[in-house]
């Protein structure tokens, strides 16, 4: 029904920029709210940004706030995610997420489809 691809990972270092992009298709991507996620080396998936149908309702994790920016272009099927200011806590492979749903999520369990996700590395 969706299909979500990841792109924009790769190496940077600390205090970079880098802008992941989530291409989505199939029917009815434009009535869904969308999240991205991540999952550190040993370290369980957790919520990174989600944002609802409109764009009107963002909400970041405490982490990343104030230097991760979450976007949508419903006319491009296209999420993204910019990164400033990055720190090497922030590697990890990042997931985008779809949810049935024109309101945002921090709950993974509330997304039924994801992307293969996008290797982040930062270094110091």
């Known amino acids: 029904q969706v299909q979500l691809v990841e792109s924009g990972g790769g190496l940077v270092q600390a205090g970079g920029s880098l802008r992941l992009s989530c291409a989505a298709s199939g029917r009815t991507f434009s009535s869904y709210a969308m999240g991205w996620f991540r999952q550190a080396p040993g370290k369980e998936r957790e919520f990174v940004a989600t944002?609802?149908?409109?764009?009107?309702?963002?909400y970041y994790a405490d982490s990343v706030k104030g230097r991760f920016t979450i976007s949508r272009d419903n006319a491009k099927n296209m999420v993204y995610l910019q990164m400033n200011n990055l720190k090497p806590e922030d590697t990890a492979v990042y997931y985008c997420?779809?949810?049935?749903?024109?309101?945002?999520?921090?709950?993974?369990?509330?997304?039924?489809?994801w992307g293969q996700g996008t290797q982040v590395t930062v270094s110091s």
């Open positions: 944002i609802s149908w409109g764009g009107g309702s963002i």
């Open positions: 997420a779809a949810r049935r749903s024109l309101i945002h999520s921090v709950y993974e369990h509330e997304y039924a489809y």
